[in-house]
């Protein structure tokens, strides 16, 4: 006979099975959020260690471990936050997926990083400050490790909020404020900072210029034709031509300069012989891809989304060689302080100091990365593959102008300046077309102005917030990296 209560035992514990299940899904929610902090911590511990293993023992060792965990820790906010330059129009142009951007970002950056980031580096942030002003090499030390945990802290705030700022600007602010609260205010030279200043203007506006007028040409040779396949056809290849030439000019420049030496004006000539080369290659490929496609917008987008990508690809290979000096930078010079005794403002920077950085870089764009893609790419203002292709190519074509006229460019300026040139064009092309469809055909209908604002093709309050993040990127890492150093300064005594 059958147990009239086993009934009410399983009830009472599949009820019991069900709160279990529900604590399970309760802690998952929990975690989640910790597993990537969780992850970086480890990889900066591992850091730590490094330093540890390769540097070996004797005195300033815990100056040299200190040194690469806070290093580990900025090279982990510029892939962060810097890396999202580069991907971020792709990804909102859906050319490719978060998971491929972050794939090829990892891997272009740490190639970038670890082959052409060059042996010898400038570790005063680009003779921000005199290294003789200093009285000892103790206080050098101190100046550096103040201006990477600044710089670090002010990129890690910056990616919070949702800002894309310049690594470069936050490592020389941080360089500065160290410099001052060292050796006062006549360690700084002031003609240098007075460049990186006007770059905040120059850098932004120059790549949203240059992406501005990339668009236009593509809307009047291309999309507003009668036969858009025939006209892409003809133009597709010219401006695969640019960007080749552009991308081997910036990479000549900024990407292999550690590793041959060459002018600009050679620079520019592999350039154009690359361009060429790429213009002759590209034209059977276009005009078989676009075999079928139909006479209409959402075609064009297919023939741009590999040069796209390519493109995306070549700047953060550049950014990876270029950039990678602000993490380990400093760094390395307290190495070389810390090992010779003797301050130098050029310095051999170690493999595993190198490897730190890259790959610093490359977990930083991984575990915290999508964030500032997804602002880069899809919150500023609505990206197509050929908006983004405009952004892309802006942003070589300026680096290479600036190189010419001498000028201290951001990386992060002109990518973000190129977003909002490309937003702010169609706002005016927009508004234009309107005005003149209604100057043909008069409908009466008169839009509120609370409507016109409304329909604003770029976000205000990003625009806000991001400008505001690069005007006081230098002064907020200058005084952190200021009172950071008079606070390690009292501890050590």
Same mark, same amino acid.
């Given at each position: 006979?059958?147990?009239?209560?086993?009934?009410?035992v399983?009830k009472?514990?599949?009820?019991?099975?069900?709160?279990?299940?529900?604590f =399970?899904?309760?802690?998952?929610?929990?975690?989640?959020?910790?597993?990537?902090?969780?992850?970086?911590?480890?990889?900066?511990?591992?850091a730590?260690?490094?330093?540890?293993l390769?540097?070996? %023992?004797?005195?300033?060792?815990?100056?040299?471990?200190?040194? %690469?965990?806070?290093?580990?820790?900025?090279?982990?906010?510029?892939?962060?936050?810097?890396?999202?330059?580069?991907?971020?129009?792709?990804?909102?142009?859906?050319?490719?997926?978060?998971?491929?951007?972050?794939?090829?970002?990892?891997?272009?950056?740490?190639?970038? %990083?670890?082959?052409?980031?060059?042996?010898?580096?400038?570790?005063?942030?680009?003779?921000i400050?005199? $290294?003789?002003?200093?009285? &000892?090499?103790?206080?050098?030390v101190?100046?550096?490790?103040?201006?990477l945990?600044?710089?670090?802290?002010?990129?890690?705030?910056?990616?919070?909020?949702?800002?894309?700022?310049?690594?470069?600007? /936050?490592?020389? @602010?941080?360089?500065?404020?160290?410099?001052?609260?060292?050796?006062g205010?006549?360690?700084?030279n002031?003609?240098?900072?007075?460049?990186?200043? +006007?770059?905040?203007?120059?850098?932004?506006?120059?790549g949203?210029?240059?992406?501005? !007028?990339f668009l236009?040409?593509?809307?009047?040779?291309? #999309?507003?034709? =009668?036969?858009?396949? +025939?006209s892409?056809?003809r133009?597709?290849p010219?401006?695969?031509?640019i960007?080749?030439?552009?991308?081997?000019?910036?990479?000549?420049?900024?990407?292999?300069?550690? #590793?041959?030496?060459?002018?600009?004006?050679?620079a520019?000539?592999?350039?154009?012989?690359?361009?060429?080369?790429?213009?002759?290659?590209s #034209?059977?490929?276009?005009?078989?891809?676009? =075999?079928?496609?139909e006479?209409?917008?959402?075609?064009?987008?297919?023939?741009?989304?590999? $040069?796209?990508?390519?493109?995306?690809?070549?700047?953060?290979?550049a950014?990876?060689?270029n950039?990678?000096?602000?993490?380990?930078?400093?760094?390395?010079?307290?190495?070389?302080?810390t090992s010779?005794?003797?301050?130098?403002?050029?310095?051999?920077?170690?493999?595993?100091?190198?490897?730190?950085?890259?790959?610093?870089?490359?977990?930083?764009?991984? !575990?915290?990365?999508p964030?500032?893609?997804?602002?880069?790419?899809?919150?500023i203002?609505?990206?197509?593959?050929?908006? +983004?292709?405009?952004?892309?190519?802006?942003?070589?074509?300026?680096?290479?102008?600036?190189s010419w006229?001498?000028l201290p460019? /951001?990386?992060?300026?002109i990518?973000?300046?190129?977003?909002? @040139?490309?937003?702010?064009?169609?706002?005016?092309?927009? &508004?234009?077309?309107?005005?003149?469809?209604? +100057?043909?055909?008069?409908?009466?209908k008169?839009?509120a102005? =609370?409507e016109?604002?409304?329909?604003?093709?770029v976000?205000?309050?990003?625009f806000?917030?991001?400008v505001?993040a690069?005007?006081?990127?230098?002064?907020?890492?200058?005084?952190? /990296?200021?009172l950071i150093?008079?606070?390690?300064?009292?501890?050590?005594?």
């Amino acid at each position: 006979m059958a147990d009239p209560n086993a009934g009410k035992v399983w009830k009472t514990l599949d009820k019991d099975l069900g709160r279990i299940s529900q604590f =399970e899904y309760a802690a998952q929610y929990v975690s989640r959020p910790l597993v990537a902090p969780g992850i970086a911590l480890v990889f900066i511990v591992l850091a730590g260690l490094i330093a540890a293993l390769f540097f070996g %023992a004797g005195g300033g060792t815990l100056t040299v471990v200190a040194a %690469a965990i806070f290093g580990a820790y900025m090279a982990l906010n510029i892939g962060a936050n810097d890396v999202a330059n580069n991907m971020g129009p792709a990804v909102g142009a859906n050319a490719l997926t978060m998971g491929g951007a972050i794939f090829i970002a990892a891997l272009c950056e740490s190639a970038g %990083a670890l082959l052409a980031g060059g042996d010898v580096v400038s570790t005063i942030a680009k003779g921000i400050i005199d $290294p003789s002003g200093m009285a &000892e090499a103790s206080v050098f030390v101190l100046a550096m490790m103040a201006a990477l945990i600044s710089s670090a802290l002010w990129v890690n705030l910056a990616t919070w909020v949702g800002a894309p700022v310049s690594t470069t600007h /936050s490592v020389v @602010g941080g360089v500065m404020g160290a410099g001052i609260a060292a050796a006062g205010l006549s360690s700084v030279n002031w003609l240098t900072m007075g460049k990186i200043a +006007a770059s905040w203007v120059i850098s932004p506006v120059l790549g949203g210029v240059i992406a501005a !007028l990339f668009l236009a040409f593509i809307k009047a040779r291309i #999309i507003y034709t =009668e036969d858009k396949i +025939a006209s892409a056809r003809r133009w597709v290849p010219v401006l695969i031509g640019i960007m080749a030439a552009a991308f081997a000019t910036y990479l000549a420049l900024k990407g292999l300069k550690h #590793i041959i030496k060459i002018d600009l004006l050679t620079a520019v000539g592999i350039g154009v012989a690359v361009g060429v080369v790429l213009y002759l290659v590209s #034209i059977p490929l276009i005009r078989k891809q676009s =075999e079928g496609l139909e006479n209409r917008n959402k075609s064009l987008k297919v023939l741009f989304g590999l $040069p796209l990508v390519l493109s995306a690809a070549l700047l953060s290979f550049a950014h990876g060689a270029n950039d990678v000096a602000n993490a380990v930078g400093p760094l390395a010079a307290i190495v070389h302080v810390t090992s010779v005794g003797d301050i130098a403002s050029k310095v051999a920077i170690p493999s595993w100091v190198m490897i730190i950085g890259a790959f610093g870089i490359s977990f930083g764009l991984f !575990l915290f990365g999508p964030k500032l893609i997804r602002m880069v790419g899809s919150q500023i203002t609505k990206l197509n593959p050929m908006r +983004a292709y405009c952004v892309s190519l802006a942003a070589a074509i300026t680096v290479i102008v600036a190189s010419w006229l001498g000028l201290p460019v /951001s990386s992060t300026h002109i990518a973000v300046g190129g977003v909002f @040139g490309v937003g702010f064009f169609r706002e005016w092309h927009t &508004e234009r077309r309107y005005r003149a469809n209604n +100057a043909k055909k008069p409908t009466g209908k008169v839009l509120a102005p =609370e409507e016109r604002r409304r329909r604003k093709l770029v976000r205000r309050s990003h625009f806000m917030t991001i400008v505001a993040a690069w005007v006081i990127t230098v002064p907020a890492a200058a005084v952190m /990296s200021g009172l950071i150093y008079f606070l390690m300064k009292s501890f050590t005594g």
